[in-house]
């Protein structure tokens, strides 16, 4: 007993569906992005941004500076800005532009030579915000 050319239809629509919405768009360079009012906007619309950004360093070898997400405009979800080192200056998440929850504030851009070391360090580094709301 097989399924009917109409329900095959709807199966493949349904798998096409759950296919893209488990794909994420790439990151965007948020030196791209028109910010108007502290709210980031996509400069072809001049909508309110939603997705991943980051930043580089400057230079040829600029790594990573910044990785975070938006929402509607505004800073929401994880938010990473990093030393030029490569080692996490500061980590958390953001929730309607705001610090929420458990953050590191890493000021040494050295990462310490022992285990013990860093996570003593990440530890003392830990800054408590007000909870991020569940959402």
Same mark, same amino acid.
């Given at each position: 007993? $097989?399924?009917? *050319?109409?329900?095959? =239809? =709807?199966?493949?629509?349904?798998? #096409?569906?759950?296919?893209?919405?488990?794909?994420?768009? *790439?990151?965007?360079?948020? /030196?791209?992005?028109?910010?108007?009012?502290?709210?980031?906007?996509?400069?072809?619309?001049?909508? *309110?941004?939603? !997705?991943?950004?980051?930043? +580089?360093?400057? $230079?040829? #070898?600029? /790594?990573?500076?910044?990785?975070?997400? =938006?929402?509607? !405009?505004?800073?929401? !979800?994880?938010?990473?800005?990093?030393?030029?080192?490569?080692?996490?200056?500061?980590?958390?998440?953001?929730? $309607? $532009?705001?610090?929420?929850? #458990?953050?590191?504030? +890493?000021?040494?851009?050295?990462?310490?030579?022992?285990?013990?070391?860093?996570?003593?360090?990440?530890?003392?580094?830990?800054?408590?915000? *007000?909870?991020?709301?569940? /959402?």
């Amino acid at each position: 007993m $097989g399924f009917g *050319p109409l329900t095959r =239809l =709807l199966l493949l629509f349904v798998v #096409a569906l759950v296919l893209s919405a488990c794909r994420r768009s *790439p990151a965007r360079e948020i /030196g791209e992005l028109v910010v108007q009012d502290s709210t980031y906007l996509d400069p072809e619309t001049l909508l *309110p941004y939603s !997705g991943r950004v980051f930043r +580089n360093f400057p $230079g040829e #070898a600029g /790594g990573t500076q910044l990785e975070a997400m =938006l929402r509607d !405009g505004t800073w929401e !979800g994880d938010f990473t800005i990093y030393h030029e080192t490569g080692r996490i200056r500061y980590e958390g998440e953001m929730s $309607g $532009g705001s610090q929420c929850g #458990a953050w590191i504030e +890493n000021e040494s851009p050295v990462e310490p030579e022992s285990a013990y070391e860093a996570i003593k360090e990440d530890l003392e580094s830990l800054v408590i915000y *007000p909870d991020c709301p569940q /959402g």
